[in-house]
């Protein structure tokens, strides 16, 4: 079979996230099968035209912003218009030469086959991992975008858009929609009236990195983030648990991985809270070297503020034998176990937050149980092998119905 599949972004490109991670480990999970993959994607700070990569081929395509006009989006607006364009060119020229059996849009990023598909007579499936309202709400949430009424506007006009075009664009122009979680999959229903029966839950698979947990017994207690570092991601407020934490259990560690906007407002926090040589950023790890992290670590922390659609950290921490301490937030709920595999935490809650994390401190044979808990859901819930093969599923099912 022959996939095309349509990403804003992939593992190539700096400041990536769990959706990038999850299209490299699907599109590698489909080589591997005997699947050829050709992932299409602006070009952005790359300069290369082709990448190949564990058998996927990679193609960017060269679209440029003709003015600044909603750049803080991804792809901004007139940037997207472009992109949908050169891309579906790029992807005719090749469907020529070696045709297509389908294509998968990552969200909205496929709409120039979508629009298309019908005369190039493919199907197209996408996959949805978050919803237009609920970036808003999350927007909405920060206290200087309140502070600023053309802020809020511009945010008000960009979703009103998206909501009442791109997005029911995409997912009505779909011939069928996976979403990534049961809180997606609701939130998709309700914001654009497509049916229930469109759309199929797949949970996001990860790949067992062959953590060995008895590393982290000789190891300092250590508490571990791996994302974007954003003020709506909580890592403000777990400054201040680890602050408080700190004074109550003496040693402790929190590492920090990933990049962004706010790292280096959180540093000066960090110091502010004389916390600074107990918080350690190590910036944007690559994934073969996240396994001596997990490996030291003791808790995973998910403090997030946002209605994340399923965060691929949570299946990745379990795989690692990891419990986790989460804030109850959009489908964080569907792979956080509460008191099984970790700890569910009413959003806002700090103080239960913080004393969750304590408890898991000072109890090392609850966080193993959790942590073996946490390993045995991951292996039969969010394996590579059950999401690819899901996929698979899902895919012939669209292509018997053709």
């Known amino acids: 079979m022959n996939i095309a599949v349509f990403i804003k972004s992939t593992t190539f490109h700096p400041n990536h996230g769990g959706l990038e991670v999850q299209n490299k480990i699907l599109c590698e999970a489909f080589t591997q099968r005997g699947h050829a993959v050709t992932v299409y994607s602006p070009a952005g700070e790359l300069n290369g035209i082709e990448e190949t990569v564990n058998g996927v081929l990679y193609k960017f395509v060269n679209v440029k912003p003709k003015n600044k006009i909603f750049t803080d989006h991804i792809l901004g607006s007139n940037v997207r218009d472009e992109w949908y364009k050169e891309s579906f060119e790029m992807f005719l020229e090749d469907h020529k030469n070696f045709p297509y059996d389908i294509a998968l849009s990552q969200s909205s990023a496929g709409l120039g086959i979508i629009r298309h598909k019908n005369e190039v007579g493919i199907p197209v499936i996408s996959i949805a991992h978050g919803t ?52 997606v999959k609701d ?3 309700f914001e654009t009236g497509i049916s229930r029966e469109m759309v199929k839950v ?53 590492n920090i ?21 107990r918080i350690h950023f190590f910036g944007f790890v690559k994934r073969e070297e996240l396994k001596e992290f997990y490996e030291s670590s ?58 969750k994390i304590k408890l898991l401190l000072n109890d090392p044979k609850l966080r193993v149980r959790m942590g073996e808990g946490a390993l045995k859901k991951a292996k039969e819930l969010f394996s590579v092998e059950k999401m690819a093969n899901q996929y698979l599923e899902v895919i012939s099912e669209v292509l018997n119905s053709e």
């Not at 962004?260 to 926090?269: I, P, R, T």
Request: net charge neutral.
């Open 257 to 277: 991985v990933g990049r962004g906007s706010d790292e280096k407002a959180l540093k000066e926090y960090a110091q502010s809270k004389g916390v600074s040589d």
């Open 202 to 254: 797949i949970y996001n698979g990860v790949e067992d990195m062959g953590v060995d947990p008895k590393i982290r017994e000789t190891s300092k207690p250590s508490l571990i983030y791996v994302g974007r570092v954003e003020k709506d991601k909580g890592l403000f407020e777990l400054v201040d648990c680890v602050s408080f934490l700190s004074e109550v259990l003496g040693d402790l560690r929190l």
């Open 298 to 355: 003791h808790i995973f922390i998910l403090p997030t503020k946002r209605r994340e659609g399923f965060p691929v950290t949570i299946p990745e921490a379990m795989m690692a034998s990891l419990p986790i301490v989460a804030m109850d937030l959009g489908g964080v709920n569907e792979g956080v176990f509460d008191n099984e595999t970790g700890f569910l935490i009413k959003a806002g809650n700090w103080r239960d937050f913080t004393q």
């Open 187 to 189: 939130n998709i229903i």
């Open 132 to 183: 237009i309202l609920g970036e808003l709400k999350t927007v909405l949430s920060r206290p200087k975008r309140l502070l600023s009424l053309p802020g809020m506007l511009k945010d008000f006009v960009y979703v009103l858009k998206t909501l009442l075009t791109r997005q029911k664009e995409f997912i009505h122009g779909s011939d069928l929609v996976v979403a990534v979680s049961l809180f």
